[in-house]
């Protein structure tokens, strides 16, 4: 365990932002009691450079600011990994994210690739996954126009538990009924292909520019690891499940930048001289100069490990 001294920042806890969204929900309980809003609420960003700190000497900073003077322990100035929680009540628009290269010739520091992990999911959920075989991009131009978009995509069942993959380039798509854990490179570039004729700007061009007809996008099977399930494990995110028994002190290895996420339970982070309560649907972000924390539930309960292996 690494020892805390002046110059090492205890974790501290994110209060999420709320992002409106006309495919969203009016409540998102019981994931949380309250959105600050009437409208409707597609996104729960639990790392977003606009969260507050709510936690320790921090607290009441955005986490834009101390990502910059933590500097070293979360990544560079950037956080790099921008974990969400997707609730969408009607289907999101297809869409396409470039990758690094692509991003980095328009002026962003990153790409976006990003992946699912599936928290709810009602009987008949879908998302899309890439395009058919043989479609090319007239095909994409015309089916934008006629409105036959949708059975261009490959449409693939979801459930509870699930692990998706979509790497950047790959045309996609989430329908309604389910509730996602998203991870993703810390990147908002999207370029909205077809929307179901809801009248939002899309950036047709620009999407295909960037879109892939082959790409690695798909489920991605669990792994059993020693003490953990390893739900995926990519160049630019890892993703873990911890499973709690009741006051169960769990030691959690924290090797890069990263984050725990609450699932199920009230969770306490702790480090020495410190502690942090995980709570449902938020974010204790971890610098990297701890190599472990101790992790407990008094009633049990689960949560995410979110980790960037290298600065990306």
């Given at each position: 365990?690494?020892?805390?001294?002046?110059?090492?920042?205890?974790?501290?806890?994110?209060?999420?932002?709320?992002?409106?969204?006309?495919?969203?929900?009016?409540?998102?309980?019981?994931?949380?009691?309250?959105?600050?809003?009437?409208?409707?609420?597609?996104e729960a960003w639990l790392t977003g450079p606009e969260c507050l700190v709510e936690t320790g000497d921090l607290e009441g900073k955005?986490?834009?600011?101390?990502?910059?003077?933590?500097?070293?322990?979360?990544?560079?100035?950037?956080?790099?990994?921008?974990?969400?929680?997707?609730?969408?009540?009607?289907?999101?628009?297809?869409?396409?994210?470039?990758?690094?290269?692509?991003?980095?010739?328009?002026?962003?520091?990153?790409?976006?690739?990003?992946?699912?992990?599936?928290?709810?999911?009602?009987?008949?959920?879908?998302v899309a996954l890439g395009l058919k075989e043989g479609v090319t991009p007239d095909k994409v131009r015309a089916a934008v126009a006629?409105?036959?978009?949708?059975?261009?995509?490959?449409?693939?069942?979801?459930?509870?538990?699930?692990?998706?993959?979509?790497?950047?380039?790959?045309?996609?798509?989430?329908?309604?009924?389910?509730?996602?854990?998203?991870?993703?490179?810390?990147?908002?570039?999207?370029?909205?292909?077809?929307?179901?004729?809801?009248?939002?700007?899309?950036?047709?061009?620009?999407?295909?520019?960037?879109?892939?007809?082959?790409?690695?996008?798909?489920?991605?099977?669990?792994?059993?690891?020693?003490?953990?399930?390893?739900?995926?494990?990519?160049?630019?995110?890892?993703?873990?499940?911890?499973?709690?028994?009741?006051?169960?002190?769990?030691?959690?290895?924290?090797?890069?930048?990263?984050?725990?996420?609450?699932?199920?339970?009230?969770?306490?982070?702790?480090?020495?001289?410190?502690?942090?309560?995980?709570?449902?649907?938020?974010?204790?972000?971890?610098?990297?100069?701890?190599?472990?924390?101790?992790?407990?539930?008094?009633?049990?309960?689960?949560?995410?490990?979110?980790?960037?292996?290298?600065?990306?």
């Amino acid at each position: 365990m690494t020892t805390k001294n002046s110059e090492v920042q205890a974790p501290f806890r994110l209060k999420p932002t709320f992002s409106e969204r006309v495919w969203g929900r009016k409540t998102l309980k019981p994931w949380y009691e309250e959105t600050g809003t009437s409208e409707l609420v597609g996104e729960a960003w639990l790392t977003g450079p606009e969260c507050l700190v709510e936690t320790g000497d921090l607290e009441g900073k955005s986490f834009k600011v101390v990502a910059q003077e933590l500097s070293e322990g979360l990544g560079g100035g950037e956080f790099p990994l921008l974990v969400k929680m997707l609730f969408p009540n009607e289907k999101l628009s297809v869409q396409v994210h470039p990758d690094d290269a692509q991003a980095q010739a328009m002026g962003q520091a990153r790409g976006k690739t990003e992946c699912w992990y599936v928290l709810e999911a009602e009987p008949g959920a879908t998302v899309a996954l890439g395009l058919k075989e043989g479609v090319t991009p007239d095909k994409v131009r015309a089916a934008v126009a006629d409105g036959t978009m949708e059975s261009l995509m490959e449409w693939l069942p979801v459930s509870e538990g699930d692990m998706v993959f979509v790497d950047a380039g790959t045309v996609h798509a989430i329908g309604p009924g389910v509730v996602l854990l998203e991870t993703q490179q810390t990147c908002d570039v999207t370029y909205r292909l077809y929307d179901y004729g809801r009248p939002r700007e899309l950036h047709l061009e620009q999407g295909i520019a960037v879109m892939k007809t082959k790409t690695r996008a798909g489920k991605v099977a669990p792994r059993e690891m020693d003490g953990f399930t390893r739900l995926l494990e990519e160049q630019y995110f890892t993703v873990d499940r911890f499973e709690l028994e009741e006051m169960e002190p769990l030691t959690v290895k924290m090797d890069g930048v990263g984050c725990l996420v609450g699932l199920e339970g009230t969770i306490v982070v702790i480090t020495p001289g410190d502690e942090v309560e995980l709570l449902p649907g938020q974010a204790v972000v971890v610098p990297s100069e701890w190599g472990e924390v101790i992790v407990e539930a008094e009633a049990g309960g689960a949560f995410a490990r979110c980790l960037a292996p290298a600065y990306s």
